[in-house]
């Protein structure tokens, strides 16, 4: 995490392998492992005991070193009930594991219950004891490798079940090749990354051996990224730019779970909540897209050192100006794009006046030039230049203006300076730099 570069995280969280980087079961699975196969001399009743007690002991010390991340914790605590299990000869239930391993967490911290980390890392465990058996089933191969990587492709598929709608709700992001690139990341990362470091630590004794061994892993490595980022291209863009709110997200679940139900169950019941609540589902997805190509809107974004300004139009949004400081802002108004269902771009916009919503909007820009003795009524006036040599009071007598709005590209005493003159004169006034970013109605 620590180094992890912010496009290749972002490639990482596009194609669905995001969480090999995030510490949890799996990590906690692995050390166990390489503890257990460290000791495979030590046999019986016994042996197994105190290997259960240590590899407890070096998940909890490997937790915390980590920082104990929600998810980490989560996987530690449903460790430490099945081994405690397998002490008392009890035979445990992975579903009343998982249940008691949230409540202990919650009980400790409540407010986790919140937390992106905590749903999706629970969701994704709860997913894959629901959904993993019945999948795995589907398909089996009479090579070994073939059930293999089957049980990856399954895992990868229940997994993605119930965690879907809460990466859509929080990220707006579906990962298309996340299958392949899951198997990838089980081959190469799973298998060459932890084989890899156990020949590193175990060739430690002869350095050049080991700084082989780095090389070719760390080669491997930048394989997988290469992969990576060529899946991430392959990803259409509208499914980089999702949106479901709450509602929509709680009926998608009811579809699933009611899907579940009479899939595993033959209850037909349930089929026909599953096909009422997709109704219910597509008829908010329907209210919301109408809603949005029905938008005409202007936006000016908060900024410190630039002033941004675009147009809603429909699903598109239009710069109104197309410079360097534009570019600079795409990633920052991106989540705004996405909420108003408007992350196609347009050609940016050549004129400077426009009529939205029923409003004259003028932008002020640095080309645009003004008679002083001929008035030009405008319901809104965006400055969009310099403010020096410009005043409230002449503004307002040459356009007339409901409203006065200037960008965050200014300084704050300028800023001020334009507040209290407006206040004085009775002129509306919104500076994005003071007041936050302004949209039209």
Request: proline share 4%; hydrophobic share 55%; net charge positive.
């Amino acid at each position: 995490e620590a180094d992890f570069d912010p496009e290749l995280r972002q490639a990482y969280a596009e194609t669905g392998v995001i969480h090999i980087v995030a510490i949890s079961g799996g990590h906690v699975a692995m050390l166990f492992l390489v503890v257990n196969g460290a000791l495979f001399w030590l046999r019986g009743r016994r042996a197994r005991v105190f290997k259960y007690l240590l590899g407890v002991a070096l998940v909890w010390v490997y937790v915390l070193v980590a920082g104990a991340p929600p998810s980490a914790v989560r996987s530690a605590v449903m460790f430490s009930v099945i081994a405690l299990a397998f002490l008392v000869r009890r035979e445990g239930s992975a579903l009343n594991t998982l249940c008691a391993a949230a409540f202990a967490l919650l009980c400790y911290e409540p407010m986790w219950l919140f937390a992106v980390g905590f749903q999706l890392s629970f969701a994704a465990v709860l997913s894959l004891i629901i959904f993993y058996p019945p999948i795995s089933r589907w398909v089996y191969s009479p090579w070994t490798i073939g059930n293999v990587l089957w049980r990856v492709v399954a895992a990868s598929l229940a997994a993605q079940v119930l965690t879907a709608p809460l990466s859509v709700y929080y990220f707006h992001n579906f990962p298309l090749w996340f299958l392949v690139a899951n198997v990838f990341a089980w081959v190469m990362l799973g298998a060459c990354g932890l084989i890899g470091g156990l020949l590193i630590l175990a060739l430690s004794w002869a350095p050049p051996l080991a700084s082989l061994v780095a090389t070719i892993v760390t080669w491997l490595m930048k394989g997988f990224n290469w992969i990576v980022l060529l899946l991430q291209k392959g990803n259409p863009a509208s499914w980089s730019h999702l949106q479901i709110s709450g509602a929509q997200m709680m009926w998608l679940y009811a579809v699933i779970t009611c899907t579940a139900i009479f899939l595993f169950h033959k209850r037909h019941l349930a089929l026909y909540g599953a096909l009422a609540s997709l109704c219910v589902f597509l008829t908010l997805i329907s209210t919301s897209r109408y809603t949005a190509l029905k938008q005409d809107r202007l936006i000016v974004y908060a900024g410190t050192r630039h002033t941004f300004i675009e147009r809603i139009i429909g699903a598109s949004h239009q710069p109104l100006f197309a410079d360097t400081s534009w570019e600079a802002a795409r990633q920052t108004t991106k989540d705004t794009r996405i909420g108003l269902r408007a992350w196609r771009a347009a050609s940016p916009a050549t004129q400077d006046v426009f009529r939205v919503a029923g409003k004259t909007v003028l932008l002020l820009g640095d080309t645009l030039t003004y008679e002083t003795h001929s008035p030009f009524p405008v319901d809104v006036l965006i400055v969009n230049r310099s403010l020096k040599g410009l005043s409230p009071s002449s503004l307002k007598t040459i356009f007339m203006p409901q409203l006065i709005v200037i960008g965050g590209g200014h300084r704050r005493w300028q800023a001020v300076a334009w507040r209290d003159s407006c206040a004085a004169i009775g002129q509306a006034f919104h500076s994005a730099g003071l007041d936050g970013g302004w949209a039209s109605d």
